[in-house]
């Protein structure tokens, strides 16, 4: 079975600039997560999604950070402009979601911002 | 709300001691707890679980954890530590139903000394 993928995995940027990360699940998986993890922090939830509609995006800073799931498969998060203070690893993560959930989230391996 | 404590942001032990990772938790409903690793430049991954069923939970690479609801704890142990254990560790609690919130700790990075 795939894992989740991620991409790119490193990114460098000047502050004011824009990016984007891209996510693909686990096939099947109908809960995608998007964290961001300072460096010496633990994740910090920026947004979730259920299939393609958005459960909860209450610590999103949506005048720089946007979050789409197409389809409710892919996902991609956005952005614009960046800031010094985002440069944090972005995770995405995935789960079965719905009944018969086992608790487990599935990890990407990050995407890596650099904001200089 | 729920959330997590980790006491200890860093902890040493020797190779062959034993690990013993803090973690308090705090919930108005019954939780899942979970126990992550990362290792350096990549994403997390599950060590072990609790869902409800069995109050010791074993999981991968010799790790255990025990649930103690009287006292809102998670603790993370190991008998004997490995150079290769030496890592980030997450403790993150989430409901057992409705909208799978995960919310974790701020880490514990783990030192093996030879």
């Known amino acids: 079975e795939a894992g989740v993928a991620q991409s790119p995995r490193y990114k460098i940027i000047e502050k004011r600039q824009s990016v984007a990360f891209w996510c693909n699940p686990i096939?099947?998986?109908?809960?995608l997560y998007w964290y961001q993890q300072i460096l010496g922090q633990g994740p910090k939830l920026l947004i979730q999604?259920?299939?393609?509609?958005?459960?909860?995006d209450s610590q999103l800073p949506k005048d720089r950070f946007s979050a789409e799931r197409l389809k409710g498969v892919d996902s991609t998060l956005k952005i614009q402009p960046a800031k010094l203070e985002d440069s944090a690893v972005y995770l995405c993560?995935?789960?079965?979601?719905?009944?018969?959930?086992?608790?487990?989230?599935?990890f990407g391996e990050g995407s890596r911002l650099t904001v200089l | 709300a729920q959330s997590v404590t980790q006491l200890g942001s860093h902890v040493s032990v020797s190779e062959g001691a034993l690990v013993l990772l803090r973690c308090n938790y705090s919930s108005s409903v019954p939780p899942y707890l979970f126990w992550y690793v990362q290792y350096p430049n990549q994403g997390l991954q599950l060590l072990l679980k609790y869902t409800s069923a069995a109050t010791l939970v074993k999981g991968i690479n010799g790790f255990e954890a025990e649930f103690k609801k009287s006292e809102t704890s998670f603790h993370l142990t190991k008998p004997s530590a490995h150079m290769s254990d030496a890592a980030e560790y997450f403790c993150a609690v989430t409901p057992t139903s409705g909208t799978y919130k995960y919310i974790f700790g701020t880490g514990t990075r783990l030192k093996v000394l030879a």
């Open positions: 999604f259920q299939n393609n509609g958005v459960v909860d």
């Open positions: 096939s099947g998986h109908a809960t």
């Open positions: 993560a995935s789960s079965k979601g719905g009944t018969g959930h086992t608790g487990e989230l599935f």
